[in-house]
């Protein structure tokens, strides 16, 4: 086949990947092709624009390293990581709603019950509890829960190792028997996401601002349960209509309650002002996805 | 606005993006959004194969340098950059059709008539003449006219400059007062694109091989004229029904012509086989593109 044009060139692209020996990998390349090229031919690039495409996604890899990654900051602020998100996660009955993943992630160290993951991390005292169950009923005893969050001024410890001197703001906890969990770390905010990247210059060209409402990352697993990844966010925070990467839920917004010095649940004597948050997670165990 | 599911997720960003000053910046992120999430929800990726889509697209980034386009060679094998060039030049008369630009141009250094632009590049000698005018009737008198092409084992010099110790198969020629120019170099090659990357892998996952038939780019501008980006391809390759980014067009397709040892049109006298290649290319002066 050869003299292709701006019609014949879809139908010559999709019979070469019919021989994909993979039949999911075919149809990922046959409706990749198929929705690329509509793209193309809605918006009929200009050379020009073309070679600015390949300029952004080029960018795009670039500024990612092990510490960022601007390809997922992509993926969220165009929607796409809540839209495969929702086709993972349909909602079910009481299990606690799904949210983005989001793109600074690591594994965290183990803490006992009660510690203080907040490291070289300067702000408010914030008491966190929990408790996971299944939503068949019984406690999610020593489920595995993984907890991430900003600091004050909205900056994780991975973007700032040279100030943190190290992994801060993060933890993994073992669920006890009733499946409960509580720690102590600071007061997180809402944020802008990185804005020195090619995502924050698409924002900019798109009217957008970068903000996410103040939310604390959890990641949840427990054996016979669909692995659970969310957020629990600042119940009146200005962003939670707004947020950059769609990941707001009415079921996920939560108080975070100011108290004033004293005594705190596991007894701790808090000399300032201090913020409680606690939510039961309920985790999917139906074995349906 | 919160609370999204996999429907409305795409509404919700469209109307996020329609603050976009520039009215074509709004085009295109909403043309964007539809497309790609109509691309998600048809494939339904599990979140493994998110992940895998996002680690592609990084390693596609990762592996440019200023001697390496891997966005290129995505665009190419997905048939994208024929499309784009379809669109951007439709067929006009008797005006050389285009093809695409390809990942290896680098502005090449200027020749005399009757150069030898092979440096450091063994092989075949290969005698190119040709003649530039307008659609419109009158000679391309000064037109510039910048040629590469890869080496008899089908790389380019800058992918290999530790051997070819500079640029090499590649040069700048001013057509004279009839439009005209010619110069040796030394034949290409049939060869497959570079495949130790991430195009390479998503080839042959899909059943592909990554071969393109042997070639000559040209690129030739005049004033008044749209630029012409092209090849020419050798009669009688096995790869012109099949060339991997979809570049083949009839009209292109033209003998090198073999040759035994004797004078050539420019006087010389070749002591060995030798190949010449001639060509007539017409550029559209209409002023419509």
């Not at 990749?32 to 020009?48: C, D």
């Not at 073309?50 to 500024?63: D, S």
């Not at 692995?227 to 769609?246: K, N, R």
């Not at 975070?256 to 039961?280: K, R, Y």
């Amino acid at each position: 086949m050869r003299e292709f044009d701006e019609n014949s060139i879809t139908e010559a692209v999709l019979s070469r990947v019919r021989d994909a020996t993979d039949p999911r990998m075919r149809a990922i390349s046959e409706a990749l092709v198929r929705h690329l090229h509509a793209f193309i031919r809605e918006v009929r690039p200009t050379q020009a624009e073309w070679e600015a495409g390949i300029r952004f996604l080029t960018a795009t890899g670039q500024k990612c390293d092990d510490k960022r990654q601007e390809f997922i900051l992509l993926s969220d602020t165009l929607g796409v990581s809540t839209l495969v998100d929702s086709i993972n996660n349909p909602v079910s009955g009481d299990v606690t709603e799904t949210t983005v993943f989001g793109p600074f992630y690591v594994p965290p160290p183990a803490f006992d019950h009660g510690a203080d993951i907040g490291g070289a991390i300067e702000g408010t005292p914030m008491f966190v509890s929990g408790c996971v169950r299944r939503a068949s009923g019984a406690p999610a005893a020593g489920a595995t829960v993984d907890v991430w969050h900003s600091d004050e001024a909205g900056f994780y410890d991975v973007q700032q190792l040279e100030k943190t001197g190290g992994l801060a703001g993060r933890g993994r906890f073992t669920a006890d028997g009733e499946g409960r969990f509580h720690f102590w770390t600071r007061r997180p905010a809402a944020y802008p996401i990185p804005t020195d990247g090619p995502v924050g210059d698409m924002l900019a060209a798109q009217g957008r601002h970068p903000w996410r409402p103040e939310h604390v990352h959890f990641m949840i697993l427990a054996d016979g349960c669909r692995p659970l990844v969310t957020h629990l966010f600042a119940q009146g925070d200005e962003y939670l209509d707004s947020d950059v990467v769609f990941g707001v839920k009415e079921s996920l917004v939560r108080p975070f309650v100011l108290h004033q010095a004293g005594a705190a649940p596991d007894g701790t004597l808090a000399t300032g002002e201090w913020i409680s948050l606690d939510h039961e997670f309920v985790l999917d165990d139906s074995g349906q996805h």
